[in-house]
C-alpha cells in the first residue's frame, strides 16, 4: 500500500466495504505513515462521518435516553460524547444490514447491541482521560509529551471504534 | 432425597435433549484458512497431523451447525435460522486442524482456546474469555471485555482489548497490547520485545529480558510494576507527570535490555522480583 492507495480506497475503508485483507494492508501502511495515519485516526473520531452515514437524528436520541436510565447526572458530558460514539458506530453497523446475506448475519443485530454496552464503560474512561490531558495541555499547548498522549488516546478510541464495528460487521 | 435425586436426572435428561449433537468431519488442504463462527457458546481449536478438519459437540435448540470448505478455505459455525429469535445461536465445539492450518474466529460472547498451533491465528470477540497455549505463528486477538490469556507464544502476537485482562505467560515474540481498563501482566524468562499500551490498567512486568529486547510500557493513569532480578536489571527509564516513581533496581544496564516507562498519573515502581535473589531461586533452609 502507498499513499495513493489510501487516497484510492479511503471512502471504502471508511464505509467498510474495502475487503478485509485491502483494509489491513491500508491500515498496516497507515500506521507508519505521518499523512495517511492521522487522517485515518481524524475520520474515525465521532463527528467526522461523511454525512451518508452519519446517524440519524432520531436513533441518536433512542440511544441517549436509553443510556440516560443509568447514567449519574454530573457525567452527562462524558456521556453526550461517549453516546454520540456509539450512535455513530451503530448507524454504521444498521446501514451494513441490507448488505448482509448469511442466515449468521442475522445475529448482528443482538451482536452490535451486546457490544455497545460492553463497550460504553471504555468509551467513559477514554472520555475521562482525554479530558483530564486536554486540561493539562490548555496549561502547556506546546507540551509534545502531552500531545502524543492526546493523540495515542484517540488512535485507542479508533480502535475501539473499529472493534465495535467489527463485531456487527 | 431420592425425589430430588430424579428431579435432578430429569432436568439434567430435558437440557441434554435441548441440545444437538455435532460430529463432523471432512478434507482440508494441510494450510487451509478456516473461518469459524460462533455467536455465545465455547469453542476449542486443537491441531493435528491430518489433512482435515474434524468437530464434534453440540449446538444449543434453535441453532443449527453448517461447515463447508476445500483445500485452501473451510468455514463453520453455529447460526440462529429463526429470524425472530432474541438469543445468540450457541454452540459447544472442539475444532480439531491440520497443524498449519490458518484460523480466524469471531465471536459476541463465548469462551474460545487454542491450543498448539502452528498457522496464524486470528480472533475476535466482544467478550467472554480467550486462551491462547502454545501458539507458534501470528497471534491477533481483539476483545472489548473478555479476559485474554497467552502462554508459550513464539511468533507475533497483538492484542486490543478494553476492559478485559491480559495475563502473557512466556511469549517470546515481538508483542503489542493494547488496552483500555484492562490490566495487562507480562511474566517469562526471555521477554522479548514489547509496546504495551493502556489507559486505567495496571501493567505488571515480571521476568528476564531477551539480550537487546526493548519494553516500551506507556499508561495513562494505570500503575506500573516492574520485577526484575537484581543482578540482570536492563536499563530502566521512567517517568510519570502526576505519579509517584520509585526505583528500587538502579539505572540497569543497556545490555541486558532496556524498559521505558511513560505514564500521565500514574505511579511507576521497580524492584527485585520476589523469591528471587541475584538469579538464584530462594530456597528453605
Redesign the interface.
Known sequence: MTCADTDRHFDEWLAGTLSESDARALEAHAAGCDACGPRLDQASLPGTLPTEIAPPATLRHEVLAAIAQRRRPHRRTRWLISASGIAAVLAFALLQQPRQK???D??NG??IL??MD??R??FE??DA?EA??AV?LRATPEDR?LLR?LE??RR?RA??QK??R??AS | MKWIALMLLLLASARASAQEKVQRTFAVGPAVSLRI?L?SGHVRVETWDKDSIGVVGSVAKGSTFFAGGGQTGAKL?V???N?R?????NGDLVVTVPRRAQVFIKA??AIIETAHTYGDIEL?T??GKVTVEEAHGVVSI????APIDVHGATGIVRL?N??GEVGLRDVTGDLTV?T??GGVQLTGESLGDAQI?T??GRVAIDGRMRRGAFIEV?T??GNVSLRFRSNDVPLLELSS?GGEVSNGLGVGNLKVGRVAV?S??GGVNAGPRAGVEGGKQRTNP
Open positions: 448469511h442466515a449468521s442475522r445475529d443482538a451482536a451486546y457490544a460492553r463497550a464503560a471504555e474512561k477514554l482521560a483530564e490531558v493539562a509529551s498522549s495515542d488516546l485507542q480502535q475501539l472493534l465495535v467489527e463485531a | 463462527w455467536p459455525g447460526e440462529q435460522p429470524k429469535a432474541t438469543t445468540l445461536a459476541t460472547n475476535l466482544v467478550g481483539e476483545s472489548i471485555d486490543h478494553g476492559g493494547s483500555v481498563r499500551e489507559v486505567g506507556q495513562h493513569d507527570r511513560r500521565f498519573k
